[in-house]
């Protein structure tokens, strides 16, 4: 009887071969043994395995190292993309000068312009801005080179108060500098072509300009006016432009693409040269936006395409000294002790030392021994209140000035007096000077 009892009851036991599938074994749900250092399995004693300390040292160390490495490698490979933001504001290569809002305009003749870039390889378009009712020739036409993103339309506000100030129409004749803006987008901005941006082929495309400028305004001084990256466009083309010749040398012998060969560019018209908030160099930039030595990016510069060290290109045109090489001097060497910049106090974007450090390599050169440390840049207070409050301060030394715009930001100096007062007086001593 206890026999037939102790049967049944082994009979009523759930056997474990019975949640068997014969296509799921049940080794695998169990973890395996290559994820032992993981997770803690549970011994003969009931207690988990900690995590090895290789382990933990690869998480630790090995995941920022992964991030650093995928990061700075998409850095090296997008970063023209990075650079040059032509598709920046969302929508800015489909709008047309046509669409713009009449406040944009007011005040201005704007004429839309097309032409081709100094290597053939682009088509350009651009804007050419007059006071509206001018009626003179232009005494002075400033070339603009703009920043890294937008396109001329973006600018208009900068043209309407740069014009105002150059030719208001409540001032008596006298007191009018007669001028004109040549703005035009290089390539892959505005609707120019979509085609890869770089530094070759946006000083094709700035020659391209400059060339049109001389060509149609030719009673005209001509002043390069650069504001962010334009300035180091602006500093690097005027390096390639040679007194006594008519084109830009290209300096790279590894260039494989057709330059800017060819063209006709009289230097000598080239009267003056404004710089607003100029990058020194894109290594300095990226130097400047990840100042701590432990974080790895500021440590790409070697990997950098377009350099447009515009800090170097001026340091070895003003060191050019030799009478016999006058020909061979660039266009540089000479606008370099006359030019204007012009910096905002709270420049969120470019370090405003960045433009001191271009004004000390201009000062630099006028003296005998250029090898000597950087002067110190001197700093004089001019009074101007500005649209929102606040002061511009000037420097003026050999001809060189540096005005700093008291509580302005990158984008927005021209919307303070100061700023105005500042270009015009540039303006005006360029259309008045004897020819430099």
Not at 71 to 88: V, W
Not at 318 to 333: C, H, I, N, T
Request: with cysteine.
């Amino acid at each position: 009887m206890l026999d037939k009892l102790r049967l049944y009851a082994q009979s009523l036991r759930p056997r474990l071969s019975s949640f068997r599938h014969p296509s799921f074994p049940l080794r695998r749900l169990l973890p395996p043994a290559s994820l032992s250092g993981l997770l803690p399995i549970p011994t003969d004693a009931g207690t988990p395995h900690p995590p090895s300390a290789v382990v933990v040292l690869s998480i630790i160390v090995g995941l920022p190292v992964a991030l650093w490495t995928y990061k700075s490698l998409m850095m090296i490979i997008f970063q023209r993309k990075i650079i040059y933001m032509g598709y920046l504001p969302i929508g800015a290569r489909k709008e047309r000068l046509a669409d713009m809002p009449p406040a944009y305009t007011a005040g201005m003749d704007c004429e839309e312009i097309h032409l081709p870039s100094a290597d053939g390889a682009a088509q350009l378009s651009g804007l050419v801005v007059r006071p509206k009712g001018q009626t003179e020739p232009p005494k002075a036409v400033i070339v603009y080179f703009q920043g890294n993103a937008g396109g001329p339309l973006h600018r208009l506000p900068v043209f309407q108060t740069l014009l105002s100030s150059l030719y208001p129409s409540h001032a008596p004749s006298s007191s009018r500098i007669p001028c004109a803006i040549v703005a035009i987008a290089p390539r892959s901005y505005w609707t120019s072509t979509r085609r890869r941006p770089t530094q070759r082929g946006l000083l094709a495309d700035y020659t391209s300009a400059v060339q049109y400028a001389l060509s149609h305004f030719p009673d005209a001084r001509i002043v390069l006016y650069g504001h962010s990256l334009g300035g180091a466009i602006a500093v690097c083309l005027l390096s390639e432009l040679r007194e006594g010749m008519t084109s830009p040398r290209d300096k790279r012998a590894d260039a494989t693409a057709p330059g800017p060969e060819g063209v006709d560019v009289d230097t000598k018209r080239i009267q003056g040269l404004i710089l607003e908030n100029p990058f020194a160099s894109i290594p300095g930039m990226l130097a400047a936006l990840y100042p701590q030595r432990w974080v790895p990016y500021r440590y790409l510069t070697a990997f950098v395409w377009d350099r447009w060290d515009a800090l170097e290109a001026l340091r070895s045109a003003v060191s050019v000294q030799s009478k016999e090489a006058e020909r061979e001097k660039p266009a540089l060497a000479r606008l370099a002790h006359r030019m204007l910049v012009l910096i905002s106090e709270h420049d969120e974007m470019v370090p405003p030392e960045m433009g001191r450090q271009i004004v000390r390599a201009a000062l630099r050169g006028r003296r005998e021994d250029p090898t000597a440390p950087d002067v110190p840049v001197p700093e004089a207070k001019v009074e101007g209140a500005a649209a929102g409050g606040g002061e511009a301060k000037e420097v003026a030394r050999a001809g060189t000035k540096m005005v700093v715009i008291r509580g302005a930001l990158h984008e927005n100096a021209w919307d303070h007096r100061g700023w105005a007062e500042a270009m015009r007086e540039y303006v005006r001593e360029v259309v008045e000077h004897e020819r430099w």
